[in-house]
């Protein structure tokens, strides 16, 4: 594994366990060591910058983060480089949808996550740590935000899977992937983790041949089938072991530390 120069990882429930907000002491040990072997770190993430835990950027060494699932390239303070909108024939399809079905809906927009459906329900099943409620701004009356920013970048839903898998028919821009037991990130078929990544290669220089990536969701699936090696965990859904060339422990359980010691990384 000698010719690998970039370690490219997913954040929540990757390295970042459910309801945390601060990485391992054995993955911290590992960035480390990456950092000494002059390796990259990549993070590619649904998340929008805001919602990355203080206390995980302070692990990070690196320029950029790939954020929104990969419609966003941010510097390591937050700085947007580069960025893809949603269409508005798109926007308007998933709007109707949760309007009819009475899905929460929330937008990631450039600096802001705005909500346009049912406020509460996003708000209870989008948001794990109080400290962040404030940060979602409430447009579910006038849906105006996008007249006077930029179109959004991504759609977080909240709702039952049933119903919302049942949407991606009806959807034939978008794909939906599951992210929790009620929450779903959709975004452009041609806007994913790997369309972000990719921007990030060309700046460094680097391909996927140089990469190892890291996932455990639906939205992860694009950036783990490009990479030279692929690891998700063992409690992840089929179709995502399917992609994957190494299954390796759960997050919980250090995962990723243990797939860089198992492919010598560190």
């Known amino acids: 594994m000698k010719n690998i120069k970039l370690v490219i990882c997913d954040i929540d ?5 459910y ?6 002491i054995k993955l911290q040990s590992a960035f480390k060591i990456l950092k000494n072997k002059q390796i990259k770190l990549l ?16 692990h990070l060494d690196n ?13 390591s303070n937050g700085e947007i480089i580069s960025y893809s ?12 949808l949760c309007e009819t079905y009475d899905v929460g809906l929330g937008l990631k927009f450039k600096n802001n996550i705005v909500t346009y459906h049912n406020h509460q329900k996003f708000i209870d099943g989008y948001i794990k740590n109080p400290a962040y409620k404030s940060l979602i701004i409430d447009d579910c009356k006038n849906k105006q935000y996008h007249l006077t920013n930029d179109l959004p970048l991504g759609i977080f839903l ?17 794909i939906i ?12 078929k041609n806007i994913t983790k790997a369309y972000g990544i990719e921007q990030y290669l060309k700046i460094n220089k680097l391909s996927w041949n140089d990469c190892i990536s890291f996932g455990d969701a639906e939205n992860d699936i694009e950036m ?5 090696i692929s690891v998700t965990f063992n409690n992840v859904k089929p179709q995502v072991k399917k992609v994957a060339n190494y299954i390796s422990d759960t997050c919980e359980n250090d995962g990723v530390y243990k797939a860089l010691v198992h492919f010598k990384i560190i």
Do not use: M
């Open 13 to 17: 429930n990757t390295i970042l366990p």
């Open 19 to 24: 309801g945390h907000d601060d990485i391992s």
């Open 43 to 58: 993070i590619a993430t649904g998340r929008h910058y805001n919602f990355i835990p203080k206390k995980l950027l302070s």
């Open 63 to 75: 320029d950029y983060i790939v954020t929104i699932n990969g419609a966003c390239l941010n510097s």
């Open 85 to 96: 909108p949603l269409k508005l024939e798109d926007l308007k399809a998933v709007e109707e």
């Open 158 to 174: 909240i709702g039952d899977p049933t119903l919302i898998y049942s949407w991606q028919a009806k959807l034939p821009n978008l």
């Open 177 to 188: 992937a599951q992210s929790t037991d009620i929450g779903f990130d959709v975004f452009d």
């Open 224 to 228: 783990l089938k490009k990479a030279k």
